[in-house]
């Protein structure tokens, strides 16, 4: 199946810095890549749908201006946590959508100090 | 707009046991279902999908699921389980209008004892 690269798996940064994670399909073009985050035991929640070319869809309740998304090219997408504060600490996971299977990112954990 | 609901937060089980972790979901176009399992700390994995077609759906590691359309389900069974499968489980459903909007339930942690 079609593999997600997803880098870093972890991260520790100190608060007010800011943080990129970057999602890569490997073997196939992606013009829609999601952004998940999940928290402890929780299930994993949208926070934007990522598209090339154009600005990203992002959910009800989520901050743009916190969590930026820039999809450059077909086969990468970014999220940026600006300024990061301990809670946004938490598991983001990325995922394309390739005809009918998504494929997900190994998730990468932000841990703000 | 699709919602996912999985009725048990946790299934403890004994090895060799059968296990059923049940899914409803509620949509008002047409899905796409899938069965996703996470192990600590990693990403998700596929287990199985269903698109259209036959209701019995088989998917990796001997599990498998039912789609039953007029009770809006798609629980995952498995004859018997090992140690190996304790996991967090997810359903989730896309509508087949939403180009791979996954939407997820709140998972079900299996737990496998010896």
């Known amino acids: 199946g079609a593999v997600v690269s997803q880098h870093p798996s972890r991260v520790i940064c100190k608060s007010g810095t800011s943080v990129k994670i970057e999602c890569r399909s490997l073997?196939?073009?992606?013009?829609?890549m999601f952004w998940y985050r999940q928290f402890p035991k929780q299930s994993l929640m949208l926070m934007a749908t990522?598209?090339?070319?154009?600005?990203?869809?992002?959910e009800q309740g989520v901050e743009k201006d916190k969590f930026l998304i820039n999809h450059a090219s077909l086969t990468l997408s970014t999220l940026t946590v600006t300024s990061a504060h301990p809670e946004d600490s938490s598991f983001y996971i990325c995922?394309?959508?390739?005809?009918?299977?998504?494929?997900f990112g190994q998730g990468t954990r932000l841990t703000v100090v | 707009a699709q919602s996912v609901t999985q009725l048990d937060s946790q299934v403890p089980v004994f090895e060799e046991a059968p296990v059923e972790l049940r899914c409803n979901y509620s949509?008002?176009?047409?899905?796409?279902l899938f069965w996703y399992v996470q192990y600590p700390n990693q990403g998700l994995q596929l287990l199985l999908k269903?698109?259209?077609?036959?209701?019995l759906v088989k998917g990796i590691n001997g599990f498998e699921a039912e789609f039953n359309k007029s009770q809006t389900s798609f629980h995952l069974r498995k004859p018997s389980v090992h140690i190996s499968d304790t996991a967090e489980y997810f359903c989730?459903?896309?509508?087949?209008?939403?180009?791979?909007?996954?939407?997820f339930g709140q998972g079900t942690e299996l737990s496998v004892k010896p």
């Open positions: 949509s008002s176009v047409s899905v796409y």
């Open positions: 073997d196939f073009q992606a013009t829609t």
């Open positions: 989730a459903v896309v509508g087949s209008n939403q180009g791979g909007k996954l939407i």
């Open positions: 990522s598209n090339e070319g154009s600005k990203a869809t992002y």
């Open positions: 995922s394309a959508y390739g005809d009918t299977e998504a494929f």
């Open positions: 269903y698109l259209s077609g036959s209701t």
